[in-house]
């Protein structure tokens, strides 16, 4: 059994570090984020985003780009990337320039599950994408946005059999649900970008997909186990754990 906990859209909303830490000390697990931290956007930027001190205080194991974290300007989405200690994911967001890439288009992680077996995770991104395939902006900007299904596929392909695939998703849980039929070999969609809370996964085929909403109300908790007989994990727990007062 492998425990998974994710926060979506808290737009700098502070206060999360004791609780997630207190929380994660009782019942342990990966922490992930599925983007839109920040008060800055593609086109704001701050230099100071305290948000940032409280999610490395949290100890968050990776973060999905969202609108709020991406910048047009190269160089201040790699600013914003080096004040964070945990890595950011983004899976279809390529870069026309070649440049040096301050996010990781694919993540792996190997953590012991609560019966002390070792689990390898495989954790992708996806973030919103800001226009379409062969735009102007992309000579302008150096920035190619790819489908969400395009860009997963080809890392589902390539997943071996009792190894878990988690997307970090900020395209919304319109495209969340079209990207769970499309690509099936998913075991688990954390969703953000769309401001949803559901207070039970949503299923598309056997892929469960978590929302838990914005401002950090809440705290999804998911646990999966690996079923032999199908090949595949399976969402064993589910909690959305209040977090934050609402604002």
């Known amino acids: 059994m492998i425990r998974i906990y994710h926060t979506s859209d808290l737009h700098d909303r502070r206060g999360i570090a004791q609780p997630l830490r207190e929380l994660r000390a009782q019942n342990p697990g990966l ?16 230099r100071n985003e305290p948000i940032v001190a409280e999610m490395d205080r949290a100890g968050y194991d990776a973060q999905a780009i969202g609108n709020r974290e991406f910048h047009y300007i190269f160089a201040l989405l790699r600013a914003r990337a080096a004040r964070m200690q945990h890595p950011l994911v983004c899976t ?38 800001q226009y379409p395939v062969g ?9 190619r946005f790819l489908d969400p299904w395009a860009a997963v596929e080809p890392y589902a392909r390539d997943v071996p059999d009792g190894e878990l695939l988690v997307v970090l998703s ?31 996964p949503e299923y598309v085929g056997n892929v469960p997909i978590v929302h838990a909403g914005p401002y950090g109300r809440f705290v999804s908790r998911s646990e999966l186990e690996y079923e032999p007989a199908r090949r595949r994990f399976a969402l064993r727990n589910f909690a959305l754990v209040p977090l934050l007062p609402a604002p």
């Open 31 to 46: 922490l992930f984020d599925c983007g839109d931290a920040l008060r800055g956007s593609q086109s704001a930027y701050y």
């Open 92 to 129: 279809n967001l390529r870069d026309v320039k070649a440049r040096p890439l301050p996010f990781v288009p694919a993540l792996r992680l190997e953590r012991r599950g609560n019966g002390g077996a070792a689990v390898r995770l495989h954790v992708l991104g996806l973030l919103i994408m």
């Open 135 to 143: 735009s102007p902006w992309e000579r302008i900007f150096g920035w």
């Open 170 to 200: 900020h395209i919304g849980l319109t495209l969340d649900r079209r990207l769970a039929a499309r690509v099936p070999r998913i075991d688990l969609i954390l969703g953000g970008h769309s401001h949803d809370t559901l207070e039970e």
